[in-house]
Each structure stands twice: as C-alpha cells, then as structure tokens.
C-alpha cells in the first residue's frame, strides 16, 4: 500500500472515530509503530489532525490538545526554542511568562539567570521560578483554570496592566498565514493582549506546529511580536508577514 493510500484511509478512521491509536493503526495496516508514528506526524504537520499521545484525532478550532499530550508534542524543538530564547534575555530583567507547555519550559531554562523579576500568569511557572531565591515571582490574580494551571480573566488582565516590563514572552495556540495570532480561550487572551501592551519587547516562542493551525479567539498580529522563536521556517506567507513588519525571526 502507498503512503498517500494509507494516508487517506488514516484520515476516514479518524473522521468516523474521532480518535485512534497508534497499536490499532498498526494492526490495522500491518506496518511498523516507527512508521504509523511518520504518518500522524506528517498529517498533523499538513493540519489534517491533531497528534495526541499514543494516536491522533480531529483537529479542531474550538478545543485545544489536552495538558499533558501538549507536554509531550515536539519536546526536543521546545527545548531547542528555549535554549535560545533564554539567551536574549540579560540578568535583572524584568519580564512577563504567559501560559504555555513551551514557556514553562523557557522558564526552566531561565533557571541559570540572576536576579530576575517575574510577572506570570502560569503556576507551572512560578512553581518552575520560584525555587531561585534571587528571583522576584509574582503570580497573577484571578480564575485558575484547572485543565493546565493558567490564570485568566479580567481580574488577571487588570493586574497585568499595574506592570510594565522589559519582556513579555508568549506561547500561540496557532498563526494563520495573514499573520494572525490564535489561541483558544477568550479570557486567556484577554491577559495576552495586556502582555502584549506592557511590554518592551514581545518575544513569541512557537514550533512549527503551530504555523497555520487554527483556532477560534483571535489575539492579535505577529507584527506586535518584536522577535520569533521557532525551530523550521515559517511558511512563505507568514515570512512575508514577519519581513513587512521587521519581526526579528530566530530558528534554532
């Protein structure tokens, strides 16, 4: 069977199931995990679906990928993406983190600064951070949102707005190729958007996954991004976005 074949009928199982796993795909068409994994992989790439831990399911614009399956999605670029970004960053800045599997692992490579001083509206975050005693870490008030430890809302939009920082970093849910920024929450925006106008320079930190993924909320433009981090080239369209605003692009 070709690979375009057994696409296409990967794609008509998850449409009829929602889900499927990676042992029942491999049952199914008799090849190997390794390549069943190659698969989802290139079909979450083209946003056919949505790469989950142990298979895949529909992608969809209104319902982000759980908590713990995000962890786990392209792990090594995240922690390339941090590597990098940490390094822009000098000792005794003051910055903000927003929510994000991929900022908490930036805030873990922080660890190694000094003397910073942390606005988050990320637990995971501020647990991360709060362990350095020369670190100053202020968490955010408002709703914690139990599915991943963010704080959101107006309250926590509000609070954000008393602050004004060197650096504000900000995971995306999804960037449309027009240069629209994504996420999937309303209220988690809210606080994005307060970031985003509180700081100095705004730092996005995305992997590949994210170019062209859609989402429902729409936060704002990849033109008030003042850098990118990611680890592949961004598509043509959003290259041309980054160019005509002079966003800053680093790959890792």
Do not use: C, W
């Amino acid at each position: 069977m070709s690979q375009s074949h057994r696409h296409a009928l990967i794609l008509e199982k998850i449409q009829a199931s929602g889900f499927v796993s990676i042992d029942e795909l491999v049952e199914t068409f008799q090849v190997t995990p390794q390549t069943i994994r190659r698969d989802l992989n290139q079909l979450a790439l083209e946003q056919k679906i949505a790469r989950h831990h142990g298979g895949a399911g529909i992608e969809s614009s209104t319902v982000n990928t759980s908590y713990q399956d995000r962890k786990a999605m392209n792990l090594e670029a995240k922690e390339k993406i941090a590597a990098a970004l940490v390094k822009i960053i000098p000792d005794g800045a003051s910055l903000f983190i927003n929510i994000g599997t991929t900022n908490e692992i930036i805030a873990r490579a922080l660890l190694n600064h000094r003397n910073l001083q942390v606005v988050t509206n990320n637990l995971h975050v501020a647990s991360i951070l709060g362990s350095k005693e020369d670190f100053s870490v202020i968490i955010a008030g408002g709703e914690v949102r139990h599915t991943d430890g963010g704080v959101i809302g107006e309250a926590t939009s509000d609070f954000i707005n008393q602050f004004h920082m060197d650096f504000g970093i900000i995971g995306i849910s999804g960037i449309l190729s027009d240069g629209s920024l994504l996420d999937f929450d309303y209220r988690e925006v809210l606080v994005a958007q307060a970031i985003i106008k509180n700081s100095r320079q705004v730092i996005l930190a995305t992997d590949h996954s994210k170019f062209g993924r859609n989402a429902m909320v729409r936060l704002g433009n990849i033109g008030q991004a003042d850098h990118l981090f990611t680890d592949t080239p961004p598509p043509e369209e959003i290259m041309a976005a980054l160019d005509e605003y002079q966003v800053n692009l680093h790959m890792v």
